[in-house]
């Protein structure tokens, strides 16, 4: 069982920064696949980032290529999203989750754990 509680997230004007975090307890944090999805109102969830049990392999979603990056600290149990160039299509609750496995990383049906998520708005 994993314990998700993500923090970070406000308002900012387009083209500033945020940085979210996802703190994690339970046990076996360093084994999971971490992601980070998004969604807005009236959208479905949408995969934004992930990275593997050991950091050596992420992952983006196309529109946030070069402006977002995941990372994690297995000795803090702590998974990051720094989001750079904010735009206000980035507006959205976002959300980090848990999963063993790599594949499939960008289908939120995948994960087993979610935090509650937290409001990030960007305004133009």
């Known amino acids: 069982q994993v314990q998700l509680v993500e923090s970070g997230g406000g308002l900012v004007q387009a083209g500033n920064s945020l940085r979210l975090s996802c703190a994690a307890s339970?046990?076996?944090?360093?084994?999971?696949?971490m992601g980070w999805f998004r969604q807005a109102p009236g959208k479905e969830r949408e995969f934004v980032a992930a990275?593997?049990?050991?950091?050596?392999?992420?992952y983006y979603f196309d529109s946030v290529k070069g402006r977002f990056t995941i990372s994690r600290d297995n000795r803090k149990n702590t998974v990051y999203l720094q989001m750079n160039t904010l735009r206000p299509e980035d507006t959205a609750v976002y959300y980090c989750?848990?999963?063993?496995?790599?594949?499939?990383?960008?289908?939120?049906?995948?994960?087993?754990?979610w935090g509650q998520g937290t409001q990030v708005t960007v305004s133009s």
């Open positions: 989750a848990a999963r063993t496995g790599n594949f499939d990383y960008a289908i939120p049906d995948r994960y087993a754990y």
């Open positions: 339970g046990r076996a944090f360093s084994s999971y696949t």
């Open positions: 990275i593997t049990w050991n950091g050596l392999a992420t």
